[in-house]
């Protein structure tokens, strides 16, 4: 094998392996973020916006109260699926600003990239040892 190939090989594996780890790390930074600075309430879907370019997608529009005060906002994460009129729905909102918030529906969309991205991580750290050994 020539010293060109290895290197290219290397250089290709490395690379997916620090960008598995970089799209892992951020999601866990996401999730203790929303972890330590968000609050859960449950709202109601009072309605929704659909955007049918490239695909169908859904923004609800969420109605919830903090404190008394009663807040009716069209949510700016879109879905593949389309929630029901009045379905209720678990909202994280900002300690500091209750009007911004994420569905709970984002937070498992998180935790399932985390998961994709830390397998990646592992076939290619696997893989990377596997052809180390191959080549010796």
Request: with cysteine; glycine share 2%; net charge positive.
């Amino acid at each position: 094998m020539t010293l060109f190939k290895y290197l290219s090989m290397r250089l290709f594996f490395s690379s997916i392996v620090f960008f598995s780890f970089m799209v892992s790390f951020s999601c866990v930074f996401t999730l203790y973020k929303i972890t330590t600075e968000y609050y859960t309430v449950q709202a109601a879907v009072i309605d929704y916006q659909i955007k049918k370019s490239p695909a169908h997608s859904y923004f609800p529009k969420v109605k919830y109260s903090v404190e008394g005060r009663v807040y009716t906002i069209l949510s700016k994460s879109s879905s593949n699926t389309k929630y029901s009129i009045g379905e209720p729905v678990t909202l994280y909102y900002f300690k500091d600003d209750p009007s911004t918030f994420f569905l709970a529906y984002d937070i498992d969309r998180q935790w399932f990239i985390l998961g994709v991205f830390f397998c990646v991580f592992m076939v290619f750290h696997y893989g990377s040892f596997l052809y180390n050994a191959a080549i010796k």
